[in-house]
């Protein structure tokens, strides 16, 4: 008994795991076009926390708006979207395929990572 709990148990957790969301890693920029005023801001901003499983990004709630951009290697936008502050999923256009960067854009402020699809 105790062998048929703790196999449907491991099975329970390897199909869990896999179906676990990658969060995308994202380095911060600040926009060089700047208004007239006192610069770039002293308190630091941090990352939003986006996560991807296969076309599908998903966003913390209540998270501010960004632009979408996704950009192949040459950096051209291929795909671009508002992500506004209630939407928590964006699906990506299946007929992408390969390495991309993927950039949130808030303000003055640029977020960018890479994701493979």
Do not use: C, R
Not at 71 to 76: A, F, H, S, V
Request: charge should be negative; charged fraction near 15%.
């Amino acid at each position: 008994m105790k062998k048929l709990l703790f196999s449907s148990l491991f099975i329970l957790l390897m199909n869990v795991s896999a179906m676990a969301w990658d969060p995308i890693p994202f380095t911060v920029s600040f926009d060089d076009i700047q208004p007239i005023g006192n610069g770039q801001p002293k308190t630091p901003i941090t990352a939003p926390k986006v996560y991807i499983d296969d076309y599908t990004l998903l966003f913390e709630a209540n998270h501010p708006e960004y632009v979408l951009n996704i950009k192949d290697e040459d950096d051209n936008v291929v795909y671009t979207t508002t992500v506004y502050s209630a939407q928590t999923q964006v699906v990506l256009p299946s007929t992408l395929s390969g390495d991309y960067k993927i950039e949130l854009v808030m303000g003055y402020w640029h977020f960018t990572g890479w994701i493979i699809l």
